[in-house]
C-alpha cells in the first residue's frame, strides 16, 4: 500500500524566508504526486501536481517541488515566504489509473513578520 | 467555471440523528469522491462515483453511512444514527475522467458536521 510522510508538522518561517515543506512517498511505482494547500475553514486548493512529464514542477503561487526517485520525495519550496502563504499544506499521492488520493497528515506553515 | 460547492458549511447535530451533506461537482466532471478529515489529520477516501455509479467504498464507510448519485451530477452523503467519532469535515472533490490518470480532484469547500 501506498503512504505519504510529512516531516514536520509544523514550519515556521519568517517573512522573506526560504518555505521548505518536505514529502517523502513509499510506492514500489513511482506515483502521481500532488501539493494542495488548505486556508482555515476552507476546501484544498491544487498549488502543482507531478505527471512524470518533468522533475521540477512549477505551481501557482512562486511555490515549486522537486520529484527525486532516489530519495523517493517531492518536497516543495517558495524562495521568499509572504504572509499570505500561512496554510496547511498536503502532499498527497496517486497510483497510475488509481483514483484515490492517499494523504499526509499535513504540515501547517506559520510566516512570521 | 463555479467550482465544486456543498451544502451545508457547517452542520451540528445531536447524538443519534441522521444528517445529509449535498455536493454539486463542477459540471462536466464525471468523477466524483468524498473524503473525511478530522482534526490533525489529512483527508481519508470514503467513496468515489464514476457518472451514477459507486465504484469504490472505503472500510471507513461503516453501514451507517450511504452515499448516493442518482443523475450522475450531485451527490448525497447520509449519515444514519450519528456518533461523536462522526465529527469531522467531511469534503467532495471531483474530476474529468479522461484527463490521464494525473487527473486532478478540485475540492469543495467541506462541510463540517459536529456531534454532540
Known amino acids: 500500500a501506498q503512504s505519504v510522510t510529512q516531516l514536520g508538522s509544523h514550519v515556521s518561517v519568517s517573512e522573506g524566508a526560504l518555505v521548505l515543506l518536505r514529502c517523502n512517498y513509499s510506492s514500489s511505482v513511482p506515483p502521481y504526486l500532488f501539493w494542495y494547500v488548505q486556508y482555515p475553514n476552507q476546501g484544498l486548493q491544487l498549488l502543482l501536481k507531478?505527471?512524470?512529464?518533468?522533475?521540477l514542477v512549477k505551481g501557482i503561487n512562486g511555490f515549486e517541488a522537486e520529484f527525486k526517485k532516489s530519495e523517493t520525495s517531492f518536497h516543495l519550496t517558495k524562495p521568499s515566504a509572504h504572509m499570505s502563504d500561512a496554510a496547511e499544506y498536503f502532499c498527497?499521492?496517486?497510483?497510475?489509473?488509481?483514483?484515490?488520493?492517499?494523504f499526509g497528515k499535513g504540515t501547517l506553515l506559520t510566516v512570521n513578520p | 467555471d463555479t467550482g465544486v460547492s456543498q451544502d451545508p458549511r457547517h452542520k451540528i447535530t445531536k447524538r443519534g440523528q441522521n444528517v445529509t451533506f449535498r455536493c454539486d461537482p463542477i459540471s462536466e466532471h464525471n468523477r466524483l469522491y468524498w473524503y473525511r478529515q478530522t482534526l490533525g489529520q489529512g483527508p481519508e477516501f470514503l467513496t468515489y462515483?464514476?457518472?451514477?455509479?459507486?465504484?469504490?467504498k472505503s472500510r471507513l464507510l461503516s453501514d451507517r453511512f450511504s452515499a448516493e448519485r442518482p443523475k450522475g451530477s450531485f451527490s448525497t452523503l447520509e449519515i444514519q444514527r450519528t456518533e461523536q467519532g462522526d465529527s469531522a469535515m467531511y469534503l467532495c472533490a471531483s474530476s474529468f475522467l479522461g484527463q490521464g490518470a494525473g487527473e486532478t480532484q478540485y475540492f469543495g469547500p467541506g462541510t463540517r458536521l459536529l456531534v454532540l
Open positions: 507531478y505527471t512524470s512529464a518533468a522533475t
Open positions: 498527497a499521492s496517486k497510483r497510475g489509473s488509481n483514483y484515490k488520493l492517499t
Open positions: 462515483f464514476q457518472n451514477e455509479a459507486q465504484l469504490e
